[in-house]
């Protein structure tokens, strides 16, 4: 019941702060439309790419680009503000789970874009005959990206600072991960060892499931739950580590 309260503290918190909300929003459509000019650009001719036309690649880059709202990088950075503050040593104290706190709060950060953004592709999904594979592929892979986050912001008992982390994660994000382009118009080999990569399955994997592309829905939810398990245990194993040699005094 309390990741409950921790979830909805940060729902109010999004609602208190609405002017922030919409400039996301604003800076989102902003990116979407340059997106889509470019590609607008490579389709003015009639041609096709791969199994794409201009009407198919725009579907897709618009739900990729939502999704990418849903998946971000709050939680690789939440760590460091802790350690570097001070304020990890009373987390540690508190009697809750510090990753099970870290999931609530992003759950509570997304809840108003699932609302708003999600349904609509949810009633979308709905036209397919995998309707629940989806739901429990957008599930499995919210949770196994935010445990890759969980895992890599333990970095920052080690680094003085992981701000730079943020360019490098979203250039990685917008390419693997199938926002900038569909990954299945790259080589075949390339794609099929790329598209079972963590960002591709909550980016690329996601969409051409709210398209109705794909056809290995459970295969994809089995490889999300690995990852989702390999990452945790590493949080593990390596939040252990660094509590060694954390000192407690906040810079």
């Known amino acids: ?25 604003f800076s989102k459509l902003i990116e979407l439309t340059m997106t889509l000019a470019v590609w607008n650009a490579v389709f003015s001719s009639g ?3 791969r199994d794409y036309d201009k009407k198919s690649m725009i579907a897709y880059l618009v739900i990729s680009s939502v999704l990418s709202f849903l998946y971000t990088f709050e939680p690789c950075f939440r760590l460091g503000k802790l350690i570097h503050s001070g304020r990890l040593s009373v987390q540690l104290i508190r009697p809750i789970n510090l990753w099970k706190s870290g999931l609530a709060e992003q759950t509570g950060r997304k809840a108003i874009y699932f609302i708003i953004l999600f349904i609509p592709f949810v009633i979308f999904a709905k036209l397919h005959n995998y ?14 990206f935010y445990s890759l986050m969980a895992f890599i912001s333990t970095v920052a008992f080690w680094l003085e600072n992981t701000w730079p982390l943020r360019p490098v994660f979203s250039a990685v994000y917008s390419l693997l991960g199938g ?5 299945d118009i790259l080589p075949e080999p390339v794609y099929r060892i790329l598209v079972y990569n963590p960002f591709a399955l909550v980016g690329h994997v996601t969409a051409k499931t709210l398209t109705g ?17 390999i990452f945790y245990f590493l949080y593990k194993i390596f939040f252990k580590a660094g509590l060694k040699k954390y000192e407690g005094v906040g810079l």
């Open 179 to 183: 926002i900038l382009f569909p990954l």
């Open 47 to 49: 041609i096709t790419i």
């Open 213 to 229: 592309s794909n056809e290995n829905i459970a295969l994809y939810i089995l490889i999300s739950v690995f990852y989702t398990l």
């Open 1 to 25: 019941m309390r990741y409950l309260y921790i979830a909805l503290t940060e729902i109010k918190s999004k609602l208190t702060y609405r002017f922030d909300l919409g400039v996301e929003f």
């Open 131 to 144: 309707f629940v594979l989806s739901i429990i592929l957008f599930i499995v892979n919210f949770v196994m």
